[in-house]
C-alpha cells in the first residue's frame, strides 16, 4: 500500500472468524452494495465482491516528503466519494460537474492554492502534483485522508451516502472497523508532528477514544465552515502527540 499516492486497495473476508458474521447478515450485507451500485453505476469500477471478500479502491494523498519550515496539516474527511476515487482526486467536482467550493475554503485557510483550468481532470492532476510535491501552499503542507475509507454515492439524498451510510453497511462489525481505520490512519508516517483536523464529530470522537489523539474539529458544511474560520483553527492548534501502545490496549 502506497500512501502518499491518491489510490489504495481495501480487501475485508467477510468470512474471517474476527468479524464473527452469520450467514444472514452477510446476506443483508451483499443486498445493500447491491442498492449502492444501483444508486452509482460506477460504485463496481472500483469495488468487487466475491466468494465473501469485499474489495474496494479508496484514496489518501500526502506530501512525499516534509518540509521542515512549513506546518504540517492533516485534514480527515468522513469517507470518500465514488466519483473522487474513480477520478483519482478528493472533491473531483460536484455530481453535476461544476468545481466544488471545498477548494476554496482551504484557499482560504491558506492550505492550497486556487487551480483553475479548462476541466475538472486538469484540475484533478495539478492540484494531486502540487499535494505530492509539498507545493500546495508557501506555508503549509496539507495531507488528505478519509476516516471511513469505504466509498459512497456523493449525493445527500442516496441512500447508504456519507459515513453514516458506512455505519449502516459495515454496522455488524462496525467497532472493528474504526480500530482498523484508527491503525491505518496513524501509521501514516505525515501524521508525526501534523494538526490533525476532523471534519465530523463523531470520527474525531472514535478517533480520540481509540488512538488518545485529540484532533480539531472543522465542519466542512454549515456554521463554522468558513476557510478563514479552519485558518484561525491552526493558528491556535497543536501537532498531534501519541503513544503507540495505544492502539494495542
Known sequence: MKFHTSNYTVEIDLQSAKFGLHQNQIAVFEKRLDEIAIQD?????????????LRYES????????????????LVLGNPAILSV??????YSKSNGTRHGFWKKLAKAGLVKIV??????????????????GAAS??????????YSFPTPGADNANHSGAAGVETLFE???????????????????????IVVFTQKSS??????????K???????????????????LTRASPATWHKNRLLQ
Open 172 to 194: 455488524p462489525f462496525l467497532r472493528k472497523m474504526r480500530q482498523m481505520e484508527s491503525q491505518r490512519i496513524v501509521s501514516y508516517p505525515f501524521i508525526d508532528g501534523s
Open 116 to 133: 483553475r483550468k479548462e476541466t475538472r481532470q486538469a484540475e484533478a492532476v495539478v492540484r494531486r502534483k502540487m499535494i505530492l510535491e
Open 86 to 91: 474513480k477520478n483519482g482526486m478528493f472533491f
Open 204 to 213: 474525531l470522537r472514535h478517533f480520540y477514544n481509540i488512538t488518545g489523539i
Open 215 to 233: 484532533p480539531v474539529y472543522w465542519p466542512i458544511r454549515g456554521r463554522g465552515s468558513d476557510g478563514e474560520v479552519l485558518g484561525k483553527l
Open 59 to 74: 484514496e489518501t494523498l500526502m506530501p512525499v516528503k516534509t518540509i521542515k519550515k512549513k506546518r504540517k496539516v492533516l
Open 41 to 53: 453505476a460506477s460504485f463496481w469500477d472500483i469495488c468487487s465482491y466475491r466468494h465473501g471478500v
Open 138 to 147: 508557501d506555508t503549509n503542507l496539507i495531507g488528505l485522508t478519509t476516516f
